[in-house]
């Protein structure tokens, strides 16, 4: 492999991997503290996009200020989500299943039929730079800026303050820490909120780079089901490292073969860690 | 449902069926060709949900994937008929084959996981499929977004007929083709969904562990139940396909494909066979006919009847139904 190829796929790697981080965190930390799926992910990805689309077009909202409003409203449907469709079938799997999926079905049917399938675009900062002979488009620098910011963020509450503290006491389990005074439903609402805020700052600084259209939302939330299981389940540091992991595969797969083979990056690195290792990298055996 | 049948409960049990059937099956007389081609769709449905029923509702596994199934052998229609030149009417049973082997690319990696996992995993399948169709260089050979075009189920035969009598020829074929292909399917499925081996597949779904103690092969049980299930479904979407050319990704689309079964399955009652039966059937005609009032947002109207009825009322509603009308008849019949 030459030279040029590695330094595409290192660049780019790091480019995507801080981003893939933010979102799957966010995913990692449901998946944690609810032990479900949170396949509305997907619709919320796709409804922030489309949001700050409408706020700019139809209301006249400046820029930065309709991209501060999206990812509040879906952080406020994410709470939403959790507290009328998460939390009444939570104890059993399938009907979570069907209903967080069936959300993400219906903003995307939603937004197919009023907007149609023809890609809109979102503002991005123009301009290319060079690093190190690679031209970079500036988004993707303000993409690297937004997602290792907020991943930094989260991992920082995480670990310093006490309702992050009880975060990572409920992903433990559930029943211990109720135990020990912790409220479950009350953490269980701050982690929606989390997924849905971190679901709307990716989806509004990566998709001026990609394509705004309804079935946006399902490739990101596949490949943060790729990292959490690569990762172990809820497993932060485990998502940390798969992240990057992920970012990198996914780079190198796209520059050396193309891109209709990425999209079989998740489905394959799926198979593979449940076939050999099904606990992931850092999970611990259940 | 478990109680003992005597002779006289099966004869009755089977009058209700007959009497549905028989009407189903005389219906081309009268109907228009409308009606029928809405039927054909339907028993379409029907036959989805029913396989996807047989091994989902009964095992618990979440079968995502239903429409992967479904279009795999759609497109393998599209394949033996474009690539290797043979007829529609052959290339639909070899697809049908074809699809039933190919749904184990979905089985085989997932048997090691369960629940939550499995259906994603299954999830993945009909998204990546469309994916690689719809993304060069597989487009250029499968057709992309305009689909891969075939030559209709029994044109050759239709055009040797007089003009004015070809369409409801083929209206007539088609119906009972998927007409014959739904009653086996159901007949085939409902039987074996109520002896030992559908109650070994539904130990499976309450305690996998403790069926596997009780002397269930479970891995074993999980791919004969899978394969039964996708062999109907694969030979619906190579029928579909070879109907409804030309194919496209809306043979994959989960949305389209996978949703409306998913929905016929909970709102008929999991597990049951007959109630995820006749919600399909209900459901499809209510779809095609609700065309006029909500035009194109019939499908979030589905969603959320979906939606509905998974947080209120996860055991479904059709089977209770079924039940009470069965109780009535039997009173009428004394």
């Known amino acids: 492999?030459?030279?040029?190829?590695?330094?595409?796929?290192?660049?780019?790697?790091?480019?995507?991997?801080?981003?893939?981080?933010?979102?799957?965190?966010?995913?990692?930390?449901?998946?944690?503290?609810?032990?479900?799926?949170?396949?509305?992910?997907?619709?919320?990805?796709?409804?922030?996009?489309?949001?700050?689309?409408?706020?700019?077009?139809?209301?006249?909202?400046?820029?930065?200020?309709?991209?501060?409003?999206?990812?509040?409203?879906?952080?406020?449907?994410?709470?939403?989500?959790?507290?009328?469709?998460?939390?009444?079938?939570?104890?059993?799997?399938?009907?979570?299943?069907?209903?967080?999926?069936?959300?993400?079905?219906?903003?995307?049917?939603?937004f197919r039929i009023k907007m149609g399938l023809t890609p809109v675009a979102l503002p991005a900062l123009r301009g290319v730079i060079t690093i190190a002979g690679v031209p970079?488009?500036?988004?993707?620098?303000?993409?690297?800026?937004?997602?290792?910011?907020?991943?930094?963020?989260?991992?920082?509450?995480?670990?310093?303050?006490?309702?992050?503290?009880?975060?990572?006491?409920?992903?433990?389990?559930?029943?211990?820490?109720?135990?020990?005074?912790?409220?479950?439903?009350?953490?269980?609402?701050?982690?929606?909120?989390?997924?849905?805020?971190?679901?709307?700052?990716?989806?509004?600084?990566?998709?001026?780079?990609?394509?705004?259209?309804?079935?946006?939302?399902?490739?990101?939330?596949f490949v943060s089901f790729a990292i959490v299981i690569l990762g172990g389940m809820g497993s932060i540091k485990g998502t940390v490292v798969a992240s990057f992991i992920y970012g990198f595969v996914e780079q190198f797969v796209t520059w050396k073969y193309g891109g209709a083979f990425a999209s079989i990056v998740p489905l394959a690195l799926i198979v593979l860690v449940l076939i050999f290792r099904p606990t992931g990298l850092f999970g611990e055996k259940e | 449902m478990f109680r003992q049948k005597t002779v006289a409960d099966k004869v009755r049990e089977n009058l209700l069926g007959i009497i549905v059937l028989l009407i189903l099956a005389l219906l081309p007389m009268r109907a228009n060709d409308f009606l029928l081609d809405t039927l054909v769709r339907t028993y379409i449905f029907v036959i989805l949900a029913v396989t996807l029923d047989f091994f989902s509702g009964t095992t618990g596994y979440l079968n995502l994937g239903h429409s992967f199934i479904f279009g795999?052998?759609?497109?393998?229609?599209?394949?033996?008929?474009?690539?290797?030149?043979?007829?529609?009417?052959?290339?639909?049973?070899?697809?049908?084959?074809?699809?039933?082997?190919?749904?184990?690319?979905?089985?085989?990696?997932?048997?090691?996981?369960?629940?939550?996992?499995?259906?994603i995993l299954?999830?993945?399948?009909?998204?990546?499929?469309?994916?690689?169709?719809?993304?060069?260089?597989?487009?250029?050979?499968?057709?992309?977004?305009?689909?891969?075009?075939?030559?209709?189920?029994?044109?050759?035969?239709?055009?040797?007929?007089?003009?004015?009598?070809?369409?409801?020829?083929?209206?007539?074929a088609y119906y009972y083709l998927s007409f014959i292909l739904?009653?086996?399917?159901?007949?085939?499925?409902?039987?074996?969904?109520?002896?030992?081996?559908?109650?070994?597949?539904?130990?499976?779904?309450?305690?996998?562990?403790?069926?596997?103690?009780?002397?269930?092969?479970?891995?074993?049980?999980?791919?004969?139940?899978?394969?039964?299930?996708?062999?109907?479904?694969?030979?619906?979407?190579?029928?579909?396909?070879?109907?409804?050319?030309?194919?496209?990704?809306?043979?994959?689309n989960t949305g389209s494909i996978l949703l409306p079964t998913l929905t016929a399955m909970i709102v008929g009652g999991a597990g049951t066979i007959i109630g995820p039966a006749i919600a399909a059937f209900l459901l499809t005609l209510l779809y095609q006919y609700l065309w006029g009032l909500v035009g194109l947002w019939r499908t979030v109207a589905y969603m959320i009847i979906l939606l509905a009825f998974v947080l209120i009322r996860p055991q479904g509603i059709f089977f209770d139904i079924y039940l009470r009308i069965r109780r009535l008849v039997d009173k009428v019949i004394g």
Do not use: C
């Open chain 1, 136 to 221: 970079v488009a500036q988004q993707w620098i303000a993409v690297l800026i937004i997602g290792a910011v907020s991943s930094f963020l989260v991992l920082i509450y995480l670990s310093k303050t006490a309702t992050g503290k009880s975060i990572r006491a409920v992903a433990e389990s559930w029943y211990e820490s109720m135990i020990i005074g912790i409220n479950p439903y009350k953490v269980f609402r701050v982690t929606m909120l989390i997924a849905g805020l971190l679901a709307g700052v990716a989806s509004i600084s990566l998709s001026p780079l990609k394509a705004v259209v309804p079935s946006m939302g399902w490739s990101p939330l």
């Open chain 2, 182 to 252: 739904m009653v086996a399917s159901f007949i085939v499925l409902y039987k074996l969904a109520y002896n030992e081996f559908g109650f070994k597949l539904r130990s499976i779904g309450q305690d996998e562990e403790l069926s596997e103690a009780a002397g269930v092969n479970t891995t074993n049980m999980k791919i004969k139940g899978f394969l039964l299930s996708a062999v109907f479904a694969s030979y619906a979407g190579a029928l579909y396909a070879g109907m409804r050319p030309p194919i496209t990704v809306d043979f994959v």
């Open chain 1, 1 to 110: 492999m030459e030279f040029t190829l590695i330094k595409f796929i290192f660049i780019f790697g790091v480019l995507h991997s801080f981003i893939y981080l933010s979102f799957a965190l966010g995913f990692s930390l449901v998946f944690g503290v609810a032990k479900i799926p949170y396949l509305s992910y997907a619709g919320l990805y796709t409804l922030s996009a489309y949001l700050m689309h409408l706020l700019l077009t139809k209301a006249g909202v400046p820029t930065i200020i309709s991209a501060i409003l999206s990812i509040g409203a879906v952080g406020g449907l994410s709470i939403v989500i959790g507290d009328y469709i998460v939390k009444p079938s939570m104890k059993n799997p399938l009907s979570i299943f069907i209903s967080t999926m069936t959300v993400s079905y219906i903003v995307e049917e939603v």
């Open chain 2, 72 to 119: 795999l052998s759609a497109y393998l229609t599209g394949i033996l008929y474009v690539y290797l030149k043979i007829p529609t009417e052959i290339a639909i049973l070899g697809a049908g084959l074809l699809g039933t082997f190919g749904s184990l690319a979905l089985l085989l990696p997932s048997l090691r996981v369960r629940g939550v996992y499995f259906a």
């Open chain 2, 122 to 172: 299954s999830l993945l399948y009909p998204i990546i499929f469309i994916g690689i169709v719809t993304t060069q260089p597989f487009s250029l050979y499968l057709g992309g977004e305009g689909g891969l075009r075939i030559k209709q189920l029994f044109l050759d035969i239709a055009r040797k007929l007089p003009p004015t009598e070809r369409l409801a020829f083929l209206h007539n």
